[in-house]
T-cell receptor, first 110, second 113 residues
């Protein structure tokens, strides 16, 4: 499994954009990059995933570097509800389980 | 609400005891996963079942076992409990398929005294 490196914590002001980086330099060519988040006192929640192209959904955008060794999760306007631990997880197609690292704890300041 | 339900929400028991945690997956999901979250180990994958069959094993202790029933609900059995087994236990479910998005339940908090 590819190893990931994420900052332990980040802060953002409410309604500002947030860029959460992840390094996954040992990722293989067929690994999708998944992001999950865990809000306080809740189970993890799927955010977004991608392979090579940048991806957008209603929650966030995912920017993947051309060499795929890093990616950035973008929250366009942080809200207080976005305060959570964000996990970047490389995952092989059809792989069965998620290996959560330590993630990035995002604090949103009102 | 992810559609995954777990019972009980909280469980307090003593060392040496045995407990059973229950999970009902989202309607239509065939895969069920169990994860353990403790302060020192973080979130760790324990085991996966797909349509009643064990599909993958992670860091699951021999004292722990799981099964998935014909109605697709799953149970995680923890026996000979130790203080270190105190943790949050999450169940997740997913459709079979290539993107493997998992939907997590609210968790069961186990306290072993």
């Amino acid at each position: 499994d590819a190893k990931t490196t994420q900052p332990n914590s980040m802060e953002s002001n409410e309604e500002e954009p947030v860029h959460l980086p992840c390094n996954h330099s040992t990722i293989s060519g067929t690994d999708y990059i998944h992001w999950y988040r865990q809000l306080p006192s809740q189970g993890p929640e799927y955010v977004i995933h991608g392979l090579t192209s940048n991806v957008n959904n209603r929650m966030a955008s995912l920017a993947i570097a051309e060499d795929r060794k890093s990616s950035t999760l973008i929250l366009h306007r942080a809200t207080l509800r976005d305060a959570a631990v964000y996990y970047c997880i490389p995952l092989q197609t059809g792989a069965n389980n998620l290996f959560f690292g330590t993630g990035t704890r995002l604090t949103v300041i009102p | 609400d992810s559609g995954v339900t777990q019972t009980p929400k909280h469980l307090i028991t003593a060392t040496g005891q045995r407990v059973t945690l229950r999970c009902s997956p989202r309607s239509g999901d065939l895969s069920v996963y169990w994860y353990q979250q403790s302060l020192d180990q973080g979130l760790q994958f324990l085991i996966q079942y797909y349509n009643g069959e064990e599909r993958a094993k992670g860091n699951i202790l021999e004292r722990f076992s799981a099964q998935q029933f014909p109605d697709l609900h799953s149970e995680l059995n923890l026996s000979s409990l130790e203080l270190g087994d105190s943790a949050l236990y999450f169940c997740a479910s997913s459709l079979a398929g290539k993107y493997n998005e998992q939907f997590f339940g609210p968790g069961t908090r186990l306290t072993v005294l």
